[in-house]
């Protein structure tokens, strides 16, 4: 269910502005790294599993873009295990010099 949430994320924002494709690396790795704080923060009191949902969703859709960009391959019906996935790409990206795990891992 995740993976196919994913997939319709990523493509609707395809059909924006391509801001991914044109934006600078640095740029968009700055605005991963900041989704990946919010991530790794504890989950508030009182937040829904919706908003927990769209958080994930929302930092997994820009871990994609990334690595697609830099020629990972990133498939979001690998998601299955949100988790695994998410740890395995970031994995892929230190490799790349692109280190988010040091900003918090969320365990």
Known sequence: MYA??????????????????HAP???LVGELVAKRRVLARDPELGRSAVSE??????YDAELVRICRR?????DPARFEQPAD???RLEGLLAAEGIELRR?????
Not at 103 to 107: L, M, P
């Open 85 to 87: 996935e998410r740890d």
């Open 53 to 58: 949902i769209a958080r994930q969703l929302t």
């Open 103 to 107: 900003q918090g891992r969320r365990d």
């Open 4 to 21: 196919q949430l994913l997939t319709m994320a990523l493509a609707d924002e395809a059909d924006l502005d391509g801001r991914a494709h």
């Open 25 to 27: 690396l640095d740029e």
């Open 70 to 74: 830099l020629g990972i391959d990133a």
